[in-house]
Each structure stands twice: as structure tokens, then as C-alpha cells.
């Protein structure tokens, strides 16, 4: 603090001369445009799970659909993220069910929801539950 307080003007003055001296472009002179940040809503879904809050109530709370919130959870796990989902999908999903779609994915060449949907019959299953159960297997399995 001492040198900062005793050398820091003189220091500051010199570096203002030669910027403007030498037609430099600083911090200052450049516009910046931002994007909407998108990491505080990736912060607290990820907050959210930890507490085990329902799907549809942290969808609600943000404005989001299910759809979209899945997405998000998505992008979340695709990062590195590991997510327990657990507590949810137990709700929607009985053991059994949750196995084969497990086993399915253990096997599967791909993990496209499209190509599982009709592997496994949308009878079953819907494009909701596999999404949360392939995020669960990545979680798992991938991070």
C-alpha cells in the first residue's frame, strides 16, 4: 500500500502521456457489447437440484418451460457438470423403467432421443424421460 500511495500518480501520469502521446486505443475508447448473462440462471438450476426443488417449480420460477429448462440442464451436463436429477426422475419413473432405459443407452450406438424413442415406443415413454435419463446417464457415466 505504501508504494501504491507513493508511486502510484506518477506512475498513472506516465502511462496517460504515453498513451495519448502514441495515439493508443485504450479500454476506455473501445464500446464493449454484451449478451444477456446466461450463467446466473445456469447457477441457480444447478442450485435448485442440489436442494432437490421439482423441475416444474424451478421452470416456473425463471419463466421457463419444461422444454427449456431441460435444455438449459442440457447445456449444464454437455459442460461437465454432474447433476443428480435423482429425486426427480424417481418420481416420474419406476426402477424398472428407469433400467431399460438405462440398459438402452449403455448399448445404443447413439444417443439421440429420436432414434431411442423408437427403440424403446413412445408408448412407454415420452421424449421428457429420456432427456432426463440420458442427463442422468451423462452425469453419471460421462462426468
Do not use: W
Request: glycine share 4%; net charge negative.
Amino acid at each position: 500500500m505504501g508504494k501504491v500511495q507513493k508511486f502510484g500518480k506518477p506512475f498513472l501520469d506516465m502511462i496517460t502521456k504515453y498513451v495519448e502521446e502514441n495515439d493508443i486505443v485504450t479500454a476506455a475508447d473501445v464500446v464493449v457489447k454484451t449478451t444477456v448473462n446466461k450463467s446466473k440462471i445456469k447457477i441457480y438450476i444447478i442450485q435448485q437440484i442440489d436442494k432437490k426443488v421439482d423441475l416444474e417449480e424451478i421452470a416456473s420460477s425463471k419463466d421457463l418451460t419444461m422444454q427449456e429448462l431441460i435444455e438449459e440442464i442440457e447445456h449444464i451436463c454437455y459442460s461437465g457438470t454432474k447433476l443428480n436429477l435423482n429425486y426427480y426422475i424417481n418420481s416420474i419413473l419406476d426402477d424398472e423403467r428407469q433400467e431399460e432405459i438405462y440398459d438402452y443407452f449403455m448399448n445404443a450406438s447413439t444417443d439421440n432421443i429420436g432414434v431411442a424413442l423408437k427403440e424403446l415406443g413412445t408408448d412407454d415413454y415420452t421424449e421428457e424421460d429420456l432427456r432426463l435419463m440420458r442427463i442422468k446417464f451423462l452425469s453419471e457415466y460421462a462426468n
